[in-house]
């Protein structure tokens, strides 16, 4: 159980173009969903935490408004990359948790690997 | 804000060797501690979780401690095999559910 699942896996896409990325839990209803990215050969760093039905919070330094997230049901987020550049090119990771979970454990997806062109 | 650090950031050795990986951090108020591995270009996979009131947590050949007091996780792999191969992460929660990742130990178990 608690599988969670993003689509696509990787995406390739030209400068000024918009990717919208996928997050679902599968079999578990997710109140809180959290977007990470992952530049090569570093860590996991937090971008946002979006709860079901309300607006993401955004780390420090995440343009909210180049980086949308929606997280319209209890199993599915969405990730939109607006107006790619190179430099958005990255690993992006989510992840779910329930506060039916012991201690909120989080589980994460697969991740998405994206190339600005 | 919780700062996690992980020694060393790369390590290689022979097959067969036991092998320990440090995690520490800074905020000592958790209710957990998370241990990922994850392969290139993959996501993570959960290897232990250990709850605050545990001091450790096995998985096979996995032993994973965790010492609030001190603010430092150690991720002991016994017998290590090139499979291993791998960056482990360690990661602590803070002000809630948000995880905040060490910079993880890249490991490299020859043949």
Redesign the interface.
Known sequence: GAVVS?HPSWVICKSGTSVKIECRSLDFQAT?M?WYRQFPK?????MA?SNEGSKATYEQGVEKDKFLINHASLTLSTLTVTSAHPEDSS?Y?C?A?QRAF??????????T?LTVL | KQEVTQIPAALSVPEGENLVLNCSFTDSAI??L?W?RQDP????T?LL?I?SSQREQTSGRLNASLDKSSGRSTLYIAASQPGDSATY?CAA?WA?????????TRLMVKP
């Not at chain 1, 012991?102 to 589980?107: A, L, P």
């Not at chain 2, 270009?41 to 993570?44: N, Q, R, S």
């Open positions: 993003q809180t959290f570093q860590s996991l760093m937090l935490t690993f990771i992840s948790s012991s201690y909120n454990e989080q589980f994460f997806g697969p991740g690997r | 209710y957990n998370q990922f270009g993959k996501g993570l959960s979780l709850q992460l929660p809630g559910n948000m995880l905040t990742f060490g910079g993880g």
